[in-house]
Structures are given as C-alpha cells and as structure tokens.
Nanobody, 124 residues
Framework: QVQLVESGGGLVQAGGSLRLSCAAS????????MGWFRQAPGKESELVGW????????YHADSVKGRFTISRDNAKNTVDLQMNSLKPEDTAVYYC?????????????????WGQGTQVTVSS
C-alpha cells in the first residue's frame, strides 16, 4: 500500500505562482511513476504532469506546458508541481497519483494510488 498526501494548495491571483507537494509513504518511492491530475467542476479529469521513476522523463499537458513543471525528490519521497503564470482556468482540485508501470498514461485508471487532493483557486 502507498499513501499519498498533497499540500500547498490555496488562493492565488492570476499571474501568480504556487508549488504543490505530494508526500509518499508505505513503499519504495522510486518504484513508482507519478502523475498530477486536476479536476474542475464541469470538466474532465486532466493529467497535467507525469514523471518517470527516476525523474529522467516528464510529460506536461499542452494546457500547462511552459507554465507548470513536475519534479521529484526520491530521497525525500516527494513529487512537486511548480505552477507559474497561473490563470483562472487552472482552478481545480489537484491530485497526485502513483503507478508501478513504466508506461505513461493520461487516464485515471492507469494509476493505482491516489492522494486526497488539494484545492487551487486562481482569482482574476
């Protein structure tokens, strides 16, 4: 079993920055690829970032590319999402998720473990 806990969400003005963090416990962190999803009311769940087990490979959705950066620190068992140039449309609950596979998936069912989510609200 893997436990994931997100933190760092909050209220920020458009154009501002926020850094989300996900702390993992229960298994060897480096055994998992990690993803960040977001869910906004009336919208489909969206994978915004993915990072391989070693951190050597990353994926960012077109909607956030150039603004968001996913990273991980396997020594600290954490994965972060640095969010810059935030827009009101970035408002959502953000979730971290873990998968033991090496194949990047944009779908929720590709991930085995999930955090509880953290709210990000961007005001205009």
């Amino acid at each position: 079993q893997v436990q994931l806990v997100e933190s760092g969400g909050g209220l920020v003005q458009a154009g501002g920055s926020l850094r989300l963090s996900c702390a993992a416990s229960g298994r060897t962190f480096s055994s998992f690829s990690m993803g960040w999803f977001r869910q906004a009311p009336g919208k489909e769940s969206e994978l915004v970032g993915w990072i391989s087990k070693s951190g050597a490979r990353t994926y960012h959705a077109d909607s956030v590319k150039g603004r968001f950066t996913i990273s991980r620190d396997n020594a600290k068992n954490t994965v972060d999402l640095q969010m810059n140039s935030l827009k009101p449309e970035d408002t959502a609950v953000y979730y971290c998720a873990a998968t033991s596979t090496v194949i990047m998936s944009t779908q929720r069912n590709g991930y085995e473990y999930w955090g509880q989510g953290t709210q990000v609200t961007v005001s205009s």
